[in-house]
């Protein structure tokens, strides 16, 4: 059973900012909750706040060219080849990388990195990936990952050199839950996807069909510094991320 | 060539009642940069006290005190760079109702320098002949090191001073715990600050501090010697004068090991 | 939150004494310092990227209506919610009942300050949900029942043999010593906890005009694990943290992971957009803003807007020399180091807060750090200038400032009052010309020698062909 919410006393005495600016609407201390109320009283502070009424349309125009063609800003400088930069800035952040030729090595690079580590062969891959062809004894899954996932296999849209980060989208074909469930991370990147910079990325979903539900950033395994500033692997995302460069 | 310019020397509060030692020295070393040196003997203080304790009236009758006695010289030279910081920068901020004034802030402000940076960058001066026997270590003050960019110009005009080893500390940028009305109103947590501090200067195995800025200077020297450590202090114009021979900061005996 | 900054002053001497807390501060400062500074050399663009990130938001804090209402407008295109807080009572009042809605038993959390700020954590709990803090650092001071000491670094304050034993405490299993056995240890207990949480609530370091999207970065994971697997995730946000255009994002994400823990990169940068989506086999089945005001449109219109342009990345505290002394807990309220003490007067009221904007020595490197360049040193002397005409502070002080600003306008009477000094003072210092104890002083003197003068000023001794 849950009891109401218990709130403290209202508190009546003016806050600092009403002392300093007493013309000032009062913060209200009562709950507004109504719907719609306290957005526009908050809309309209900012405007009387910034001394002046609701924008003209021409610099309401403004704005909106300015929210659909941001200016360009500075990018870091990259001095090298985008897959050689993407490679030494993901494993300077513990993930491993190995490249393979074709996508069709992915199978035996997976059941080899399974049998390193001693894992279990029962994965779950994302769907686009669930066609080639694997050997037993892996068995596969689709779908969102289940509570003792122990490995996923999951197909990156992108890599972006700059950060050293593989960018993964949500879709019913790529689910989420691989990417932060199981204990080790299996990532394939095509090659010709890294990108140099975020922008560059953002471009890229634009041009194909928008922002997925989840973009996902992913720059080595799971880590905290949290304990005495030592940096300990595997939070609570994956303990290894391992990434198959492919092409 | 062209005409010495005339510089007018603030005299700093601090270094007016308890380093009179550090007046000569700026004296010299300015002349010494080719400067017809004056002291306007109605100075009193740049108002930096009543500025960081948020008394903005009692800053701005100083501020004009200090705007009038200096106007007229090509320069304002102070040997600190916390007050020279409050009269490039903080001056003109204060008169935004008043353009007058404000015009002539700024005009002051323009033309207000602290000593050691002045002598390097304006006045291009080099040494030579200047000896000091002792390993040092500078410590940054911060209003000139953040607002007046003082970093490189202590370090190379003590490279020229023959004997004198520099040691770095780790961190020298990090403030020393003076802070003005600071070190007075918060007096445990500026003792731990500038405990930090003479750890860090220990670590270096400098026998003497320099630095920029009298308040920073006394702080240390104090501190030093109330825990009976073993420290030379001095401002580093007094050094680059040839003029750092008498006892530093810390008191007679400072730097010669024995407890105070 | 208790709101304890009235206390500052005996708070701070008692953390002056604390051997842990110094250890432990001692450590970060060097680890958070040098590797901010190192990752800072790498990058050559940071000075650019930092006059950018304070232009961007200086332009968003001269147009925040029209991007709030463009952001809400791509929320709801999304299929999302977004809701308007003007106090945190309201917020938390929102947020509760988001959770009554969705009958929801256990929330899960990711690190938020907003939700620091708004005491969101008691609001739920009084609600009677079970509220668990996902990141390591929350997860730990949850436990101890403790504020955060840090932003970015809640526990920073903990050494490991006080978490070993919190968690033997409260896990009832065997003591863990390493720092890899306490890291699985919580990582096994909260497994659980995501799994059956109901509602998962998150901050949100941006929120993004363009697309309705927000953004999480974290080291953990746990922020995803929080909004990807419960039935309905909530953000909560403060008004000022909108963003134009996801091009905009990339500028505060460079500056961020460098300026907080001195990485290049945090280890996941997450954008969400909406609940899950028709086909999609996971995500969250509602998606939930709210947007907190509480205080911060008046902000704008106040000389302290530049503080909105904040994006809470703990650099300032990191390289505090008064926030390395007494630590965060001292600050008494949500936000510690210079930001706090520029935010605690604003939210808490100037008279409670006094000490906050003086316990500071202005030695401004907090501002030549700060990402977005705000000038803290000159928000807390306009703080001091607004206590200062209020009269507020001791009584003595005030009034020696104004003797002091008397004498100091009259050339004579000054002369005076130095030479009584320097008389009186080279007297006290006797032959080793230092004074070991002065009445008035004792500030000074009960931890530090003063060097006595020599017994005349500059001035009286300057050659009269230099008088002016
Ligand atoms: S004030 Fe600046 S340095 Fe401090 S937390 Fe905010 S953004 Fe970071």
Redo the contacts with the bound molecule.
């Keep these: 059973m849950s009891k109401p919410p218990q709130f403290g006393p209202v508190d009546d005495r003016p806050t600092f900012l009403e002392r300093l600016f007493p013309w000032k609407q009062r913060v209200s201390k009562k709950p507004l909750y109504q719907l719609g109320v306290s957005r526009d009283l908050i809309l309209d502070n900012i405007a009387t706040e910034l001394s002046r009424g609701p924008l003209q349309p021409a610099a309401r125009a403004a704005l909106a060219e300015r929210v659909s063609h941001a200016p360009r800003h500075p990018r870091p400088a990259l001095n090298g080849e985008l897959a050689e930069l993407f490679i030494q800035r993901i494993t300077r952040r513990a993930a491993t990388v190995q490249t393979l030729t074709d996508l069709s090595d992915v199978p035996a690079a997976v059941a080899q990195h399974l049998q390193t580590h001693c894992l279990p062969t029962h994965i779950a891959v994302s769907d686009p990936l669930a066609a080639l062809f694997w050997p037993s004894p892996i068995q596969l899954h689709t779908g969102a990952a289940r509570r003792n996932e122990a490995v996923a296999v999951s197909l990156a849209r992108l890599g972006v050199a700059e950060t050293g980060s593989v960018l993964l989208g949500a879709g019913p074909d790529t689910p989420t839950t691989h990417n932060f469930v199981p204990d080790d991370h299996i990532v394939v990147l095509h090659r010709q996807d890294i990108v140099p910079h975020l922008e560059d990325a953002w471009a890229s979903l634009r041009n194909h069909g928008g922002m997925p539900r989840a973009v996902n950033l992913i720059a080595g395994p799971s880590r905290t510094g949290d304990i005495e500033q030592t940096i300990q692997l595997g939070a609570h995302g994956p303990r290894r991320l391992h990434v198959l460069l492919v092409g | 060539m062209t005409e010495a310019p005339r510089v007018g020397l603030f005299a700093t509060c601090l270094m007016n009642v308890f380093r009179p030692n550090l007046g000569h020295a700026t004296l010299h070393l300015l002349e010494l940069a080719g400067c017809v040196v004056e002291v306007p003997t109605a100075q009193t203080c740049c108002g930096q006290p009543a500025y960081n304790s948020g008394d903005f009236d009692g800053t701005r009758v100083l501020a004009k005190q200090v705007i009038r006695q200096f106007e007229r010289y090509d320069y304002v030279v102070g040997p600190s760079g916390s007050c020279m910081a409050t009269i490039r920068k903080d001056y003109p901020r204060l008169f935004d109702d008043e353009p007058d004034w404000r015009r002539r802030a700024e005009a002051l402000a323009a033309k207000a320098h602290e000593l050691i940076s002045f002598l390097l960058d304006v006045r291009g001066l080099k040494l030579d002949d200047v000896a000091f026997d002792g390993t040092a270590t500078y410590h940054d003050s911060c209003s000139g090191l953040r607002e007046l960019g003082v970093k490189q110009q202590p370090r190379e005009l003590l490279a020229m001073v023959r004997g004198l080893q520099l040691k770095e500390m780790r961190d020298p940028e990090v403030c020393c715990g003076f802070g003005g009305t600071f070190c007075v109103k918060y007096p445990e947590i500026s003792t731990r600050i500038v405990d930090d501090k003479l750890a860090d200067i220990a670590s270096t195995g400098a026998d003497t501090v320099l630095g920029g800025d009298l308040g920073c200077l006394m702080n240390i020297a104090g501190r030093a010697a109330r825990e009976g450590k073993a420290l030379r202090v001095f401002h580093a114009a007094e050094v680059l004068a040839g003029m750092a021979d008498g006892p530093g900061l810390g008191g007679e005996d400072a730097g010669k090991g024995k407890a105070g | 939150m208790r709101f304890e900054t009235p206390r500052f002053k005996q708070a701070a001497v008692v953390a002056l004494h604390d051997e842990r807390l110094r250890t432990a501060l001692a450590r970060s400062r060097v680890g958070f310092i040098g590797h901010r500074e190192a990752a800072v050399e790498a990058l050559p663009e940071f000075e650019q990227l930092r006059d950018t990130a304070a232009q961007i938001k200086d332009h968003v804090l001269d147009h925040l209506d029209y991007y709030l209402q463009r952001y809400e407008q791509a929320v709801v295109a999304a299929g999302g919610k977004v809701h308007w807080a003007h106090s945190d009572e309201e917020a938390q009042r929102i947020i509760v009942d988001i959770c009554r809605a969705a009958d929801a038993k256990v929330i899960t959390k990711g690190k938020s300050m907003v939700s620091e700020e708004i005491g969101l954590n008691d609001a739920l709990i009084a609600a009677g949900y079970e509220v668990v803090e996902t990141d390591l650092g929350e997860y730990i001071i949850q436990l101890a029942k403790e504020p955060p000491s840090h932003?970015v670094g809640p526990a920073l304050h903990k050494t490991r043999e006080q978490v070993t034993a919190l968690f033997a405490e409260h896990h009832g299993r065997a003591r863990k010593e390493t720092v890899a056995e306490l890291v699985t240890e919580a990582r096994e207990m909260l497994r659980d906890k995501f799994f059956r949480a109901d509602v998962g609530i998150t901050g949100g370091n941006f929120l993004i005009a363009e697309t309705g999207t927000s953004v999480i970065v974290t080291n953990e994971g746990n922020g995803d694990l929080t909004q990807t697997l419960p039935r309905v995730h909530i953000v909560t946000s403060g008004i000022e943290r909108v963003l134009p255009s996801l091009d905009d994002l990339p500028v505060f994400l460079r500056l961020l992971a460098r300026?907080a823990t001195g990485q290049d990169t945090e280890t996941y940068t997450t954008l969400s957009t909406g609940p899950r989506r028709a086909g999609d086999p996971d995500g969250p089945e509602e998606y939930h803003v709210v947007l907190v005001d509480n205080g911060r449109s008046q902000m704008l219109g106040s000389r302290f807007r530049k503080m909105l342009r904040?994006?809470?990345?703990?650099?300032?505290m990191n390289h505090c020399p008064v926030y390395g002394s007494v630590g965060g807990h001292a600050y008494g309220w949500v936000y510690p180091g210079?930001?706090g003490a520029v935010l605690t007067p604003i939210y808490q009221g100037l008279k409670d807060s006094y000490d906050l904007p003086n316990a500071c020595t202005l030695n401004g490197r907090?501002q030549s750090?700060?990402?977005?360049k705000?000038p803290?040193p000159e928000m807390l002397r306009e703080l001091r200038h607004l206590q200062h005409v209020e009269r507020m502070g001791p009584r003595l002080q005030r009034h020696a400032l104004a003797v002091w600003r008397f004498v100091a306008s009259q050339p004579w009477l000054y002369r005076i009052a130095e030479k009584l000094a320097t008389t009186t003072l080279a007297r006290l210092g006797g032959p080793k010309r230092r004074v070991h104890k002065l009445p008035f002083a004792e500030g000074w003197t009960q931890s530090r020698d003063l060097p006595a003068p020599a017994g005349s000023t500059f001035l009286s001794q300057v050659p009269r062909s230099k008088r002016a």
Excluded at chain 3, 310 to 316: K, L, Q, T, V, Y
Aim: charged share 5%; hydrophobic share 45%.
């Design positions: 932003i300026s904040c994006i809470r990345c703990g650099a300032c210079p930001m907090c750090v700060c990402p977005v705000i803290l």
